[in-house]
């Protein structure tokens, strides 16, 4: 089984950057894909971005194309979120997941392990 530790959430101004890491410990990373999550206040989980575990596929939600990046390095065992042009509506708790599956999902409960989350909030 693989462990999730996400970091890199804090405070920002409204246009600002912002990268999460997330690294991993146990199972090698490289059998995973990885996604990330955000949860708002009284909203549901929702999808924000995905990737292969040989970086080939990457899915991102319309919100936040043209803005995050998604990469991993499968190396550091780390995949990372680069937030940039920051709004306040990305306010949210974040976070990383993994998935043993074949195919690259958006859907949250297809991801076997999640890790615990960080905190990133925009300010206008």
């Known amino acids: 089984q693989v462990q999730l530790v996400e970091s890199g959430g804090g405070l920002v101004q409204a246009g600002g950057s912002l990268r999460l890491s997330c690294a991993s410990s146990?199972?090698?990373?490289?059998?995973?894909?990885m996604g990330w999550f955000r949860q708002a206040p009284g909203k549901e989980r929702e999808f924000v971005a995905a990737?292969?575990?040989?970086?080939?596929?990457?899915y991102y939600t319309d919100s936040v194309k043209g803005r995050f990046t998604i990469s991993r390095d499968n190396a550091k065992n780390t995949v990372y979120l680069q937030m940039n042009s920051l709004k306040p509506e990305d306010t949210a708790v974040y976070y990383c997941?993994?998935?043993?599956?074949?195919?690259?999902?958006?859907?949250?409960?297809?991801?076997?392990?999640w890790g615990q989350g960080t905190q990133v909030t925009v300010s206008s």
């Open positions: 997941a993994a998935d043993s599956g074949v195919v690259l999902t958006r859907t949250p409960r297809m991801y076997d392990v």
């Open positions: 146990g199972r090698p990373f490289t059998y995973y894909a």
């Open positions: 990737i292969s575990w040989t970086n080939t596929s990457i």
